[in-house]
């Protein structure tokens, strides 16, 4: 079984502030994704990647998938109360499997 | 495009009755459709996996018999909780996978804004 380990579990913020989250695990994936989910809703996809030592920027977010396609990470900078919510990451083993293992989640609050 | 819809967004039952929840992609075809289960305060957990006409597979420790699900066409599944009783009560979650756009074996899973399930 695949497990996506996220650290940290919780983080509460001043606005302004930077943050890294962390998804680790022993396994190898694919590809690997980002998604953010507000209370009562489904959650919505952030990014996506794909090659060992990837990195992508969206807006104040920096994603990074591992060399090793084992870990990534999620940076903020300069957090807005916005940016509350959590935050999974998600793997998938090969390409062509459609299934994906969701990490254990980060519980972002930025305080305004 | 790519919109997951479900219904019903929020339902109560009598412990011991049975409750249907519907997952439609509404503008695209789905190959797939998975349904997730999430508890307060955790992650999403995948329960199974159904593709159009075929028998769902399911998860490990995901009973079968309780969680019955029905994928009949293309852009339409259904998850029924049989028997429901308080602990089934949780945040059932769709995604649906599209038939177009798959780009280097990438299926992109789009996920329906749930369905908040509460057994009394």
């Known amino acids: 079984t695949q497990l996506l380990e996220q650290s940290p579990q919780f983080l509460s913020i001043q606005e302004g502030e930077n943050l890294t989250v962390y998804c680790n695990s022993s396994s190898v994936f694919s590809s690997l994704q980002w998604y953010r989910q507000e209370p009562g809703e489904g959650p919505v996809l952030l990014v996506t990647?794909?090659?060992?030592?990837e990195v992508k920027k969206l807006k104040r977010l920096t994603f990074q998938f591992g060399d090793a396609r084992k870990d990534s990470s999620l940076h903020i900078t300069a957090a807005q109360p916005g940016d509350t919510g959590l935050y999974l990451c998600a793997g998938r083993a090969n390409f062509g499997n459609e299934k994906l293992t969701f990490g254990t989640g980060t519980r972002l609050t930025i305080i305004p | 495009g790519a919109v997951v819809s479900q219904h019903p967004s929020w339902v109560i039952c009598k412990s011991g009755t049975s409750v249907k929840i519907e997952c439609r992609s509404l503008d695209f075809q789905a190959t797939t459709m998975f349904w997730y289960r999430q508890f307060p305060k955790q992650s999403l957990m995948l329960m199974a996996t159904?593709?159009?006409?075929?028998?769902?597979?399911?998860e490990q420790g995901v009973e079968k018999d309780k969680f019955l699900i029905n994928h009949a066409s293309l852009t339409l599944s259904t998850l029924t909780v049989t028997s429901a009783h308080p602990e089934d009560s949780s945040f059932y979650i769709c995604?649906?996978?599209?038939?177009?756009?798959?780009?280097?074996?990438?299926?992109?899973?789009?996920f329906g804004p749930g369905t908040r399930l509460t057994v009394t």
């Open positions: 159904s593709n159009e006409g075929s028998k769902a597979t399911y």
């Open positions: 995604s649906a996978t599209s038939t177009l756009g798959v780009a280097g074996g990438l299926y992109e899973q789009y």
């Open positions: 990647v794909v090659t060992g030592g």
